[in-house]
């Protein structure tokens, strides 16, 4: 796994900084690629990224020939020019050519988190090890000594594009959800702190094995066929399963967190949320995961002059940046 954290500079051009005019010949990594027909023949359509990004590509000259040079995933050196088609920026493409993967970095291509994961991590481990039950505290002496599930989840991202979508990501997210609920835990005496506190950290575990990072992030068949909550349930009922006299109704209420944290059937959670904790992490995800979406636009979008997003079919709404003078006045 070290292999992302060994880096060496290659790439000069970023998708987020390309403009129309701009000649490009540098290396992106190939996420899509399809045929298509119009009125006078046929061309290929791309979808090239690096870690900034994602933009579309098209090669109107011998496409057929190009189809078959290269496959969704691989690295390429692409070389032709930047423009607009439709009001959005695309690369018109006048050759490209495969890249050795060994010879390419990898951090150039996936977007990481700003904390190291050993930072990450060692937070994570913190925040487990304040827990004072002490059948839980052996559950997460179990996981953590598992050092491939470690590594994993020190990498893994919390999503494919909406919110917390790079290495790191998902530790990121899950310490954020630790923080709301342990807030949470203060307002509301009722809840199980130590209870709500292992569901936050566990609750998106089965996300170590939901994507594959080889270019760029997408989901494995395994989060497409299994999905993160099953993967997640059966990796604690596994842990669980080697402590002696772990409590039957302290497993069933962490594998309810677990099980009902998307909050909805039509969202995936096999079953809704039925207890204080789980209504309190479901709604701490939610936050963090929307906040985190929205966060990622406004970075990437907001820029002078600019009020609005573009439209976010996700949660089907604009997002307003606000008025760029209003701003200078309060500041």
């Given at each position: 796994m070290s292999k992302f954290y060994v880096f060496r500079e290659?790439?000069?051009t970023w998708v987020k900084d390309l403009q129309p005019g701009q000649p490009v010949d540098d290396a992106f990594v190939l996420r899509k690629k399809e045929l298509k027909d119009f009125e006078k023949g046929s061309f290929l359509k791309l979808e090239l990224g690096d870690r900034t990004g994602r933009i579309d590509a098209v090669v109107w000259d011998n496409p057929d020939q190009f189809y078959l040079k290269a496959k969704e995933g691989d690295f390429l050196q692409v070389r032709g020019m930047a423009s607009v088609y439709r009001d959005n920026l695309q690369i018109k493409v006048d050759s490209f050519s495969r890249l050795d993967p060994a010879k390419v970095d990898l951090k150039?291509?996936?977007?990481?988190?700003?904390?190291?994961?050993?930072a990450l991590f060692a937070a994570y481990q913190k925040e487990a090890q304040s827990l004072k039950n002490p059948h839980l505290k052996m559950l997460f002496e179990e996981i953590f000594a598992d050092s491939r599930l470690v590594e994993k989840l020190k990498l893994a991202p919390a999503a494919k594009l909406w919110h917390h979508n790079y290495l790191?990501?998902?530790?990121?997210?899950?310490?954020?959800?630790?923080?709301?609920?342990k807030a949470a835990a203060e307002i509301y005496p009722l809840a199980k702190r130590d209870l709500l506190i292992?569901?936050?950290?566990?609750?998106?575990?089965?996300?170590?094995?939901?994507?594959?990072?080889?270019g760029y992030i997408d989901y494995s068949d395994e989060g497409r066929l299994v999905g993160h909550i099953v993967e997640g349930c059966q990796i604690v009922s596994d842990k669980i399963s080697k402590i002696p006299d772990f409590p039957v109704e302290l497993s069933l209420n962490?594998?309810?967190?677990?099980?009902?944290?998307q909050g909805e059937l039509e969202l995936g959670s096999p079953v809704v949320p039925q207890t204080l904790e789980a209504i309190i992490l479901h709604h701490a995800d939610q936050m963090d995961a929307q906040v985190g979406g929205v966060t990622r636009i406004i970075q990437n979008e907001r820029e002078p002059g600019k009020k609005w997003s573009s439209y976010v079919n996700?949660?089907?709404r604009f997002i307003y940046f606000g008025d760029e003078s209003t701003k200078k006045e309060r500041g």
């Open positions: 290659m790439k000069k150039e291509f996936l977007p990481t988190a700003a904390e190291s994961p050993e790191g990501g998902l530790l990121q997210h899950t310490l954020k959800i630790v923080a709301i609920c292992a569901g936050a950290l566990l609750h998106d575990i089965g996300k170590v094995s939901q994507y594959q990072m080889e962490l594998k309810h967190l677990i099980l009902s944290h996700l949660i089907k």
